[in-house]
Nanobody, 119 residues
Framework: QVQLVESGGGLVQAGGSLRLSCTAS????????MGWYRQAPGKQRELVAV??????????QSVKGRFTISRDNAKNKVYTVYLQMNSLKPEDTTVYYC??????????WGQGTLVTVSS
């Protein structure tokens, strides 16, 4: 059973940095894309950043130049994706969710980690 476990959220002042981590494990053969989404109360979940198995990345316009996504592939069948968040703004405050497309054709979500940026 595939599980995604997130860590790294917390409270930081505006202009500060946080690094989110998400580890995928549990009978995984391979993973295609991994990414981070966020969802504010009353709003739709939105893509923050995604990285493919080949290393191609895509970012939401609002985080370009501030956030960096990276991943480690298949160390003992454990996959990890990171989100380095710099120059954080109060509007980045929300719950961040890890997402993975596990071969073949399974989409898995993490439980979410709260990021709070104080002004």
């Amino acid at each position: 059973q595939v599980q995604l476990v997130e860590s790294g959220g917390g409270l930081v002042q505006a202009g500060g940095s946080l690094r989110l981590s998400c580890t995928a494990s549990g009978g995984i053969f391979s993973i295609d894309a991994m990414g981070w989404y966020r969802q504010a109360p009353g709003k739709q979940r939105e893509l923050v950043a995604v990285i493919t198995r080949g290393g191609s990345t895509n970012y939401a316009q609002s985080v370009k130049g501030r956030f960096t996504i990276s991943r480690d592939n298949a160390k003992n069948k454990v996959y990890t994706v990171y989100l380095q968040m710099n120059s954080l703004k109060p509007e980045d405050t929300t719950v961040y969710y890890c997402n993975a497309h596990v071969d073949p054709g399974l989409e898995v979500w993490g439980q979410g980690t709260l990021v709070t940026v104080s002004s």
